[in-house]
């Protein structure tokens, strides 16, 4: 039976975290095969944390293992979508009710 863990992420993805950020994402990796993450709490993310995301993919692809991105704060669809990065990842993007009004 597969193992899985959700992640939150409550932390701004910036270079300001990043490090730590990182070593928290490959430590939660390598204790599960399936890691889920909840960036529903992100308030601001930058190219930093950006290339966290994709390296937590493709460590998590290397590895055999699968990481999501099962909640999507706006700061974070935005950035995904502006990059074009959105087919990369393949999670779906769930907007709540309160975005839309």
Do not use: W
Not at 10 to 37: C, G, H, P, W
Not at 59 to 68: I, W, Y
Request: proline share 2%; glycine share 2%.
């Amino acid at each position: 039976m597969a193992s899985q863990n959700r992640l939150s992420i409550v932390d701004d993805m910036t270079i300001y975290n990043a490090l730590d950020q990182k070593n928290r994402l490959m430590s939660a990796l390598a204790e599960v095969d399936m890691l889920e993450l909840d960036l529903s709490h992100v308030g601001e993310i930058d190219t930093a944390g950006l290339q966290l995301l994709i390296l937590s993919k493709r460590e998590a692809a290397r590895l055999n293992k699968s990481v999501t991105i099962v909640a999507h704060s706006p700061a974070v669809r935005q950035t995904l979508d502006f990059c074009q990065l959105a087919k990369f990842f393949g999670d779906p993007v769930v907007i709540t009710a309160h975005e839309t009004a």
